[in-house]
C-alpha cells in the first residue's frame, strides 16, 4: 500500500476520481482483499468524524452596526445642509474681513487725502483731527457755516475731495475744534470709527443673513442626526 | 457529498441577493447569511481551536472582518470563502493564545502534567451513560485532531466534518486541489492511528483493526 493508493482511497470515499480512476479503483477493490480493508478502515474513520455532532453556536454572531464602524443614515439632503452652514460661515467671517480691510483702507485714503493737500504734520494727526470736526459741528450749530458744511458728508471720498477742493476752512477748523476737542480723546476716536463704518463693504443685512444660514443650518443638521440615530436604533 | 452540493445551489440563489446586498453596505442581508452560516463557523473554529470561548472568540472576529471585506468576494463558494477566515481567525487566535498561554485544552494530572490517555476520559462526564459515551467520542475525536499538524487539520475539518468538497476546501485554503487530496488522505491515516488508542470507546461497527497496513 503505497502513499499514491491511500490518496486514490481517500478520493474515491469522496466521489472525487475521475471516471477513468474510479473504474480502475472499483476493479482493483474486487481483487484486492488488502485494499479493500484499507478503504472500509478509512471510510469507518471518515463516517465517524463525519457523525461528529454539530455543536450550536453559543450566541448569535450577528454584527451591530458599532462593530462595524457604521454611522446612522443620513437624509439624503443632508449634505446640502453641510455645505450651506459652511459656506455661510465662510462668507460671514469673509465678509467681517473684507468688511474691516475696506475700513482700513478707507481711513489711510482719508489721511492720505489730508497728509496730501496739508503739505504738513503726519498723518495720524490729521486722521484724528478731520473726523473730529464733525462732532463739534452736529453739537454745536453755531459753527462757522463753511466748515459745516464741507464736514457735513460723512463718506470718506467725498470727504477727501472737499479736503483738497478747499485747504483753507479745513485747515481753520481744525485748530478751532482741536483745542476743545483735545481734552477728549476717546470721544473723537469712536467718531472716527462712525465715519468710517458707515459704507461697509458688505452690508450688515447680509452678514445677519449669513449668521442665521449657518445657525440655522447646524441646527437643521443636529436634529437630523438626531433623529437618524433614533431611527436606527 | 454530490446531494449536498446541489442543495447548496438552489441555496445560493437566495444567497446572491444578500451577498450583493451585503456588498452595499446593507448590515441586515450580511446577518442574515451570519445566521445561516454561524454554526458552521463555530464548528469549524471549535474543530480547529479544540476550546469552546476561543471558537466563539474566533468567529465573531471572523464574521467582523468578512464584512468588511465582502466586497472582496467575487463569486464562488460563500461558504469555502467563510471558511478562510474564519481558519484564518483561528489561526491569529491561535498565534496569540501561543504567545500568552492559558488553560490547557486538556486535563492535567496531579504533578501539572497534560493527560493524554484515554483514562482522562473516564471521569469528564456526569452525564447519563449514552451521553457519555457519545461525548467521549467526540473527546477521543478532539484529542486527534489536536495532534495533527495544523495544515491537515484544518482539511480534515472542513472536508470530513464540514462536508465541503474538494475545491471548496481548496478555496478556503488557498492552496492546489492536489495538496488538498494529499493532505485529507494523510490526516485520515494519521487519525485513524490516533483513534485505535481509543478503541474501547469507539462504535462496535467502527473497526479500526481492518486493514492496518498502511
Not at chain 1, 469522496?14 to 480512476?21: I, N, V, W, Y
Not at chain 1, 459656506?87 to 478707507?106: C, D, H
Not at chain 2, 451513560?129 to 467520542?137: G, N
Not at chain 2, 494529499?182 to 467502527?206: H, K, V
Amino acid at each position: 500500500m503505497n502513499r499514491r493508493d491511500i490518496e486514490l482511497l481517500s478520493a474515491y470515499l469522496d466521489g472525487e476520481l475521475k471516471p477513468s480512476e474510479l473504474a480502475k479503483m472499483e476493479s482493483r477493490l474486487k481483487s484486492d482483499p488488502e485494499l479493500e480493508s484499507e478503504m472500509k478502515s478509512m471510510r469507518a474513520t471518515r463516517t465517524l468524524l463525519s457523525k461528529l455532532p454539530s455543536r450550536q453556536a453559543p450566541r448569535n454572531f450577528t454584527l451591530t452596526r458599532k462593530m462595524v464602524g457604521q454611522n446612522p443614515r443620513l437624509p439624503r439632503i443632508y449634505p446640502v445642509f453641510r455645505w450651506a452652514t459652511i459656506a455661510a460661515t465662510l462668507l460671514f467671517f469673509f465678509s467681517i474681513g473684507i468688511n474691516s480691510f475696506s475700513t482700513q483702507m478707507a481711513s489711510q485714503q482719508v489721511a492720505f487725502g489730508i497728509g496730501g493737500s496739508g503739505g504738513g504734520g503726519d498723518a495720524e494727526s490729521f486722521a484724528e483731527q478731520a473726523p473730529a470736526m464733525e462732532a463739534p459741528a452736529a453739537e454745536e450749530p453755531a459753527a462757522p457755516a463753511p466748515a459745516e458744511e464741507l464736514v457735513a458728508p460723512t463718506e470718506p471720498e467725498t470727504y477727501a475731495d472737499s479736503a483738497n477742493g478747499v485747504e483753507q476752512p479745513t485747515e481753520i477748523a481744525p485748530t478751532d475744534d482741536a483745542a476743545r476737542t483735545g481734552e477728549e480723546p476717546s470721544s473723537k476716536t469712536a467718531e472716527s470709527e462712525n465715519a468710517v463704518e458707515a459704507s461697509p463693504f458688505v452690508s450688515s443685512m447680509w452678514q445677519i443673513a449669513f449668521v442665521i444660514i449657518a445657525l440655522m443650518g447646524a441646527l437643521l443638521m443636529i436634529l437630523m442626526r438626531y433623529i437618524s440615530a433614533r431611527r436606527w436604533k | 457529498m454530490i446531494n449536498e452540493s446541489r442543495s447548496d445551489k438552489i441555496n445560493s440563489m437566495n444567497e446572491q441577493s444578500l451577498i450583493q446586498d451585503a456588498q452595499s453596505g446593507n448590515l441586515d442581508a450580511f446577518n442574515t447569511l451570519v445566521l445561516h452560516y454561524q454554526d458552521s463557523v463555530f464548528n469549524v473554529a471549535l474543530r480547529i481551536m479544540g476550546d469552546g470561548d476561543m471558537a466563539a472568540d474566533a468567529s465573531q472576529d471572523a464574521f467582523i472582518s468578512a464584512f468588511k471585506s465582502i466586497k472582496s468576494f467575487r463569486g464562488g463558494s460563500f461558504k469555502g470563502w467563510l471558511m478562510r477566515i474564519v481558519t484564518n481567525a483561528c489561526y491569529d487566535e491561535l498565534r496569540r493564545k501561543k504567545r500568552r498561554p492559558t488553560t490547557p485544552l486538556e486535563p492535567e494530572t496531579d504533578d501539572g502534567e497534560e493527560m493524554d490517555s484515554p483514562r482522562w476520559l473516564a471521569d469528564s462526564n456526569m452525564t447519563p451513560d449514552q451521553q457519555a459515551e457519545a461525548d467521549e467520542v467526540e473527546h477521543a475525536i478532539q484529542h486527534c485532531l489536536d495532534n495533527l499538524p495544523l495544515d491537515f487539520k484544518t482539511v480534515m475539518v472542513m472536508a470530513d466534518i464540514q462536508g465541503l468538497d474538494y475545491a471548496e476546501v481548496a478555496s478556503a485554503v488557498r492552496v492546489p486541489l492536489g495538496t488538498i487530496k494529499s493532505r485529507l488522505a494523510r490526516a485520515r491515516l494519521r487519525m485513524r492511528e490516533c483513534l485505535q488508542g481509543f478503541a474501547e470507546l469507539l462504535p462496535a461497527n467502527y473497526r479500526l483493526e481492518d486493514g492496518i497496513t498502511a
